[in-house]
């Protein structure tokens, strides 16, 4: 902390009034004192930094929260709270790759520096599928992404409660735009006929809808009226959607 005038007065015993000069968590602050005596000018810095870290400028005292435990009220009051189960479950698989980075790190202590050491090291990593018994594979960028998406989330939940005064930069991987593949009719026939028996329905009604095969299988004859309109209640963007009523998914529904 630093007391200066603005002034090229000789010495400092001068009218011009005091301001001071300090930095905070790496940004600077100049703030006028109101006031030419030196004494006085120094008491008033000393609150005037004080009411700075209360958040009478904008910023609070950060608490000292490790990444690990912020990661489980993340998971607590956000996730289990306001996400489908299957996504909550791959949340909580990605908040562990974070921990084994940061688990004891404090929270306001991970930069923007070491979440690029986080992408390099994760890209130059291998990972193994559930019950994947076969070599692992390589980590691609868009999987990098998708836990990136999760971090910056965890972070604006954060600061949105009060744990963090602002979150790190955060920026995502380039990655290439993937090429749009639609199947020919010939390549849909042959599909077909290679399906087993009981596979052969689903695979025509996931090419005639244009559905998941998750929320395809969710279905139950409640969802279907009676004149071929399926309501998908269970989808990944937890939107009910209505798709169907032509004859041809009428004739896969009778089969």
């Known amino acids: 902390m630093?007391?200066?005038?603005?002034?090229?007065?000789?010495?400092?015993?001068?009218d011009h009034e005091w301001f001071v000069d300090f930095r905070v968590r790496r940004r600077r602050y100049r703030i006028p004192l109101g006031t030419s005596q030196r004494t006085t000018a120094s008491q008033l810095a000393a609150?005037?930094?004080?009411?700075?870290?209360?958040?009478?400028?904008?910023?609070?005292?950060?608490?000292?929260?490790?990444?690990?435990?912020?990661a489980k009220l993340y998971l607590r009051d956000h996730v289990d709270v306001n996400m489908q189960p299957s996504t909550a479950d791959r949340e909580r698989e990605i908040v562990k790759t974070f921990n084994r980075y940061w688990?004891?790190?404090?929270?306001?202590?991970?930069?923007?520096?070491?979440?690029?050491?986080?992408?390099?090291?994760?890209?130059?990593?291998?990972?193994?599928?559930?019950?994947?018994?076969?070599?692992?594979?390589?980590?691609?960028?868009?999987?990098?992404?998708?836990?990136?998406?999760?971090?910056?989330?965890?972070?604006?939940?954060?600061?949105?409660?009060?744990?963090?005064?602002?979150?790190?930069?955060?920026?995502?991987l380039k990655v290439p735009a993937a090429?749009?593949?639609?199947l020919?009719?010939?390549?849909?026939?042959?599909?077909?006929?290679a399906c087993p028996r009981k596979l052969r329905c689903l695979v025509m009604l996931l090419l005639l809808t244009g559905a998941r095969v998750g929320e395809t299988l969710k279905l139950k004859w409640t969802d279907v009226s009676d004149d071929g309109?399926?309501?998908?209640?269970?989808?990944?963007?937890?939107?009910?959607r209505c798709v169907g009523g032509t004859a041809e998914i009428q004739a896969v529904l009778a089969a």
């Open 229 to 240: 309109v399926l309501t998908f209640v269970h989808t990944k963007s937890g939107k009910i």
């Open 184 to 193: 020919t009719g010939d390549e849909e026939a042959a599909l077909i006929a």
């Open 47 to 70: 609150v005037e930094q004080a009411n700075l870290l209360k958040n009478r400028h904008g910023i609070f005292q950060q608490q000292d929260i490790t990444f690990a435990e912020f």
């Open 103 to 172: 688990g004891s790190t404090l929270l306001h202590e991970i930069t923007g520096h070491r979440i690029e050491q986080f992408k390099r090291d994760r890209l130059a990593g291998r990972w193994r599928s559930h019950r994947q018994l076969s070599r692992s594979n390589p980590i691609k960028p868009a999987t990098v992404n998708r836990e990136l998406d999760t971090l910056r989330l965890l972070f604006n939940k954060a600061i949105a409660w009060k744990k963090l005064s602002e979150a790190p930069l955060i920026l995502k």
């Open 179 to 182: 090429r749009l593949r639609v």
């Open 2 to 14: 630093t007391l200066r005038k603005r002034c090229n007065c000789p010495g400092w015993r001068c």
